[in-house]
């Protein structure tokens, strides 16, 4: 084998960061307009499409006047410990603050039973803080405050904390949410990114039947990579590797992913270099291209977990009616409004059965093309046809 071989350079599954992160100009300026115009937002995106990589690199490229902290949340199991974390991650901000430090304080006095704020968290006694009252104390300081810069907190997997804990301490948090970005005594100072990989319009709906709690928030879409962005994310992907790819071949790789985001893109060029340089030839061909297509759909784990989040987050009946919906699309390429009609019939789902179309849209599963619907990618469908081998319609 040639000891001089050169992976390409990303990053599957994991948060890219420093050289691995592939910058998208264009969503991370859209995020800061909207802060700037004194929006919250929320990142609306498929998974796998880099929100937690466009997160973090957001929270360490700070312009001026802003201090900004990403905290991904997905372990928290109460109301009261969301709000320990919120006004945890405020004062972290805040003493990163010259000005701030000198009203230090003050913002430690408001809890008397807090002991310590330092690196490792907040120390209390045993008598657990009303954090919700402290927060908004502590809001309600850092809005009079004209010395305090700006705050944004960035919140990874934010849908998937409301869908964990209590039904009760989930509206709680909505509701209070809602109140801080709404509210003029609460709102100037103090601004939230919200991101996950679970729909949090679905997620909203099922807790409260409605998703207007999330109405004033900025949404900001991942749009897919076009053709020509997506040749330029090749090229810089492979740069300095041992297997590159003319013009030629990249366009007949792309023809085999259709949608264009990285995550997916970096699929088929790893399983190519593998290939390849188990051959010790990088010189490839388009039936490489096939054939490292099929073996990264026979490798069910880079796809089982889009399955398995449908089967997490829904009750069992409403699972049954997705799953065959998809089975459908991935047999026979699409399915129409009437063909999902008369599966809603059969699964008596007709008063809300777009809702589930919707949810599947924006959860990145399918889309939408002259009133019919198919998989938003090929290695989706077929791993939903390779998953599900025999169909009756």
Known sequence: ???????????????????????????????????????????AAPRRVGKTSVMQYIAKQPTENYKLIFQDIEGINSANEFFERIYTLLLTCLNKM???KELGGDFVALLKSINKIGAG????????????KATNTLLAKINENKDIENIILLLDEFPIVLFNIDKKDAISILENLRRWRQQPEMNKK????????????????????????LNDLAKINFEPLSENEAHKYIDWATQGATVTYNAELKKYLLSKIQYFVPYFINLLLHEINIQAKKANNPNITTQNIDTAFDTVVKNSDYFKDWKRRLQDYMPKENFAFVNEILIHIAHNEHITLQEIYDKAVKHEKTAD??????????????????????FISPFLSAFWKRNNKIHNT
């Open 190 to 213: 103090v601004k939230f990114v919200f991101a996950g990989s679970v729909g949090i319009h679905y997620v909203v709906d099922k807790i409260k039947k409605r998703s207007s709690d």
């Open 121 to 132: 968290g907040i120390e209390r006694q045993l008598k657990t803080p009303d954090f919700l």
């Open 98 to 100: 010259e000005k701030a």
């Open 1 to 43: 084998m040639n000891t001089n071989w050169k992976d390409p350079s990303f990053i599957i599954g994991n948060v890219a960061t420093g050289s691995n992160f592939y910058l998208r100009n264009d969503i991370v300026e859209d995020v800061w307009s909207q802060l700037k115009k004194g929006n919250s937002v929320l990142l």
């Open 353 to 374: 059965y777009m809702e589930f179309i919707d949810d599947l849209e924006n959860d990145g599963y399918i889309t939408e093309t002259k009133n019919k619907y198919c």
